[in-house]
T-cell receptor, first 113, second 111 residues
């Protein structure tokens, strides 16, 4: 049963600290999306990669957020420094190049105090 | 805006009843997807309907698409408490690989 995995599942940190979230795509999926979900804003697309290359990160605050794919089995989303307004659930979703169906991970619930 | 707009925002029904939720969008689409999100979990893909299809079934789910009205509906028949979740539609457009999600319809099915 192929699944997208995300770690950590929960993260509580203090303002100013660095936060790194990780995503392991389903084997064979070459497109990775990062979303953020809050009650106020709903589900927002932050960035996405295809074949490890960033295609769009316009939804991401550039000054503190960065997204990378060091290899085909790992995508990372980093926040430095973190702020209370970054508190949200961060989802990774992956898909095959030719498929529109996205497979979501369980999310990382981030709380910044 | 590329997102679909779901309606109603919230729906409360009894087990065994049918639940219908609607989605409207702005411009011509390639296809439209429906996703479900249980509380605290990631979205799960339910069904995809292409722009040249009018109706599609999957188990207790029935999706219709009316491209002339730029709308879609999701019908869940004989609902169960386990169907309690938020439901999102996601239209996809030519040349775009990304999905834009609306606020969703929050469905509550009471035993």
């Amino acid at each position: 049963d192929a699944r997208v995995t995300q770690t950590p599942r929960h993260k509580v940190t203090e303002m100013g600290q660095e936060v790194t979230m990780r995503c392991q795509p389903i084997l064979g999926h070459n497109t990775v999306f990062w979303y953020r979900q809050t009650m106020m804003q709903g589900l927002e697309l932050l960035a996405y990669f295809r074949n490890r290359a960033p295609l769009d990160d316009s939804g991401m605050p550039k000054d503190r957020f960065s997204a990378e794919m060091p290899d085909a089995t790992l995508a990372t989303l980093k926040i430095q420094p973190s702020e209370p307004r970054d508190s949200a659930v961060y989802f990774c979703a992956t898909t095959r190049d030719t498929s529109y169906e996205q497979y979501f991970g369980p999310g990382t619930r981030l709380t910044v105090t | 805006s590329q997102q679909g707009e779901e309606d109603p925002q919230a729906l409360s029904i009894q087990e065994g009843e049918n639940a219908t939720m609607n989605c409207s969008y702005k411009t011509s689409i390639n296809n439209l997807q429906w996703y479900r999100q249980n509380s605290g979990r990631g979205l799960v893909h339910l069904i995809l309907i292409r722009s040249n299809e009018r109706e599609k079934h999957s188990g207790r789910l029935r999706v219709t698409l009316d491209t002339s009205k730029k709308s879609s509906s999701l019908l869940i028949t004989a609902s169960r408490a386990a169907d309690t979740a938020s439901y999102f539609c996601a239209p996809t457009y030519s040349g775009y690989s990304t999905l834009t999600f609306g606020k969703g319809t929050m469905l509550l099915v009471s035993p």
